[in-house]
C-alpha cells in the first residue's frame, strides 16, 4: 500500500485515499455493471426507412410510419402507421441509426423496448411489431447477420405496452460501434368499421454499461 510522510513517520495511505486519489485511472472493469440502462431513441430521429436523408412523414403512406405530432400541449409526438381499416395486410416502417455508448459493457446483453398498441380498434385478424438490427461496418456494407432472431411481437391490443426485443451482443466488442434498425408495423384488417390505427409511442436501447 503507498505511504506518505507525515512529519518524521512514514503513515501508510488509506484504501479510499490511494484508490481514489484524484487523477487516478480506475479499469472500467473494476467499475459496478449497470444492467438494462435505458437510453431513448427519440421519435424525431426516426427516419425514412430506405432513404436516411428523409424523416418521417406527417402522415403515414405507401410503405413508410408516420411522425403524428398531435396537439401542443395536450399530445406528445407519436409514430403511427395510418388507419389501417379494411385496407387488407399493410407493413409499414422506420429506420434509425443509433450508437453504442462509450461506457457499453463490451459483448454483454442489450435489447430494444418500444411501446406500441392500437388506437380506436384492434384489427380484425392481426398486427405484429418487428425489428431489425444490423451492425453498422465499415465499407458501405452491414456486418454480420441481424441482431435480433426472433419473431415479430403481437401488438394487437388498445392498451399500450412494452415489448422487448433481445439483441445479440457477443459480437459488440469494441468501442464506437453504430446499429442500424428497422421497425415494421405489419396490420392485417379486412373490416370497414372505425380506425384502426398501429402506433408506437417509445423507443429506447437497454444496455449494460459500466461508470
Not at 440502462?37 to 427519440?42: D, S
Not at 458501405?140 to 441482431?147: E, F, P, R, S, Y
Request: glycine share 10%.
Amino acid at each position: 500500500m503507498p505511504n506518505r510522510i507525515h512529519g518524521s513517520l512514514i503513515e501508510p495511505l488509506s484504501m479510499n485515499e490511494s484508490v481514489f486519489a484524484p487523477g487516478t485511472a480506475i479499469p472500467a472493469a473494476n467499475l459496478a455493471q449497470a444492467a438494462d440502462r435505458a437510453h431513448p431513441v427519440r421519435l424525431t430521429d426516426l427516419l425514412v426507412w430506405d432513404d436516411f436523408t428523409a424523416r418521417l412523414p406527417a402522415a403515414a403512406a405507401n410503405d413508410d410510419l408516420g411522425l403524428v405530432t398531435g396537439t401542443w400541449g395536450t399530445h406528445v409526438p407519436t409514430v403511427q402507421a395510418g388507419d389501417l381499416k379494411g385496407v387488407g395486410a399493410t407493413t409499414r416502417r422506420a429506420g434509425f441509426l443509433w450508437p453504442l455508448p462509450p461506457n457499453y459493457d463490451l459483448a454483454q446483453s442489450l435489447s430494444c423496448r418500444i411501446r406500441a398498441g392500437m388506437q380506436t380498434t384492434v384489427a380484425d385478424n392481426a398486427c405484429t411489431l418487428d425489428l431489425e438490427v444490423f451492425l453498422v461496418g465499415q465499407d458501405g456494407n452491414v456486418d454480420g447477420a441481424d441482431l435480433y432472431a426472433d419473431p415479430a411481437i403481437d401488438v394487437n391490443q388498445l392498451a399500450e405496452a412494452d415489448r422487448e426485443f433481445e439483441l445479440t451482443g457477443s459480437g459488440l466488442s469494441e468501442r464506437g460501434l453504430v446499429l442500424m434498425g428497422r421497425i415494421s408495423l405489419t396490420c392485417n384488417d379486412a373490416a370497414t368499421g372505425t380506425a384502426v390505427t398501429p402506433t408506437i409511442y417509445s423507443v429506447s436501447m437497454l444496455v449494460d454499461t459500466r461508470g
